[in-house]
């Protein structure tokens, strides 16, 4: 059993910066295959970043590639998501998921067995 529980978003303005935080509990989340989605009012949830199991590697939607930053920390059990240059179009409620059985990084939200519960970020203009 995983549990995970997103932190850090929250009202900031275009150009600002932001840390989002994912505490995952039971295993290391190091055994899995970690990813932030997000979800706009009246869109599908959308991947955003992905961290490979051991953190060897990292892939990014087009849309944040250059702005935003996945990373873990082992000792905290701990996977982030540094936010930078932010958009209004980044608006929406972001999650993280864990997927424990799978054999490479997805990009679909039915491969991830485990998400915790959201945290909304709100870019202003």
């Known amino acids: 059993q995983v549990q995970l529980v997103e932190s850090g978003g929250g009202l900031v303005q275009a150009g600002d910066s932001l840390r989002l935080s994912c505490a995952a509990s039971?295993?290391?989340?190091?055994?899995?295959?970690m990813a932030w989605f997000r979800q706009a009012p009246g869109t599908e949830r959308e991947f955003v970043a992905g961290?490979?199991?051991?953190?060897?590697?990292?892939v990014y939607a087009e849309s944040v590639k250059g702005r935003f930053a996945i990373s873990g920390d082992n000792a905290k059990n701990t996977v982030y998501l540094q936010m930078s240059n932010l958009k209004p179009e980044d608006t929406a409620v972001y999650y993280c998921?864990?997927?424990?059985?799978?054999?490479?990084?997805?990009?679909?939200?039915?491969?991830?067995?485990?998400w915790g519960q959201g945290t909304q970020v709100t870019v202003s203009s």
């Open positions: 998921a864990a997927d424990v059985n799978g054999s490479g990084l997805k990009y679909y939200t039915a491969a991830y067995e485990y």
């Open positions: 961290l490979t199991r051991g953190g060897k590697s990292t």
């Open positions: 039971g295993r290391t989340f190091s055994s899995y295959h």
